[in-house]
Nanobody, 122 residues
Framework: QVRLVESGGGLVQAGGSLRLSCAAS????????MGWFRQAPGKEREFVAS????????NYADSVKGRFTISRDNAKNTVYLQMNSLKSEDTAIYYC???????????????WGQGTQVTVSS
């Protein structure tokens, strides 16, 4: 069982930045693919970004490409999502998740955090 705890959400003006963190309890953290997803009110949960265990490969949804950066620090069992140039449409609950297989498909991800709210005011 992997426990994931997100932090760093909040209220920010459009054009601003936030950095989300996700701390994992698992001591074999570096073996897991990590991903960020988000869910806006009334919408399906959608893929945002993913990163391989050693951090060498990343992938982004088209809607965030060039604005968001996913990274990880395996020594701290933590994955980050740096979000710049935020837009009102980025408002959502953001979830981190871990997977044993790389990809953007939600079904690949076995463990999920409780989520952190990001609200972007226009």
């Amino acid at each position: 069982q992997v426990r994931l705890v997100e932090s760093g959400g909040g209220l920010v003006q459009a054009g601003g930045s936030l950095r989300l963190s996700c701390a994992a309890s698992e001591c074999t953290f570096s073996t897991y693919v990590m991903g960020w997803f988000r869910q806006a009110p009334g919408k399906e949960r959608e893929f945002v970004a993913s990163i391989t265990g050693n951090g060498g490969v990343t992938n982004y949804a088209d809607s965030v490409k060039g604005r968001f950066t996913i990274s990880r620090d395996n020594a701290k069992n933590t994955v980050y999502l740096q979000m710049n140039s935020l837009k009102s449409e980025d408002t959502a609950i953001y979830y981190c998740a871990s997977a044993s297989k790389y990809g953007s498909d939600r079904s690949f991800y076995d463990y999920w955090g409780q989520g952190t709210q990001v609200t972007v005011s226009s």
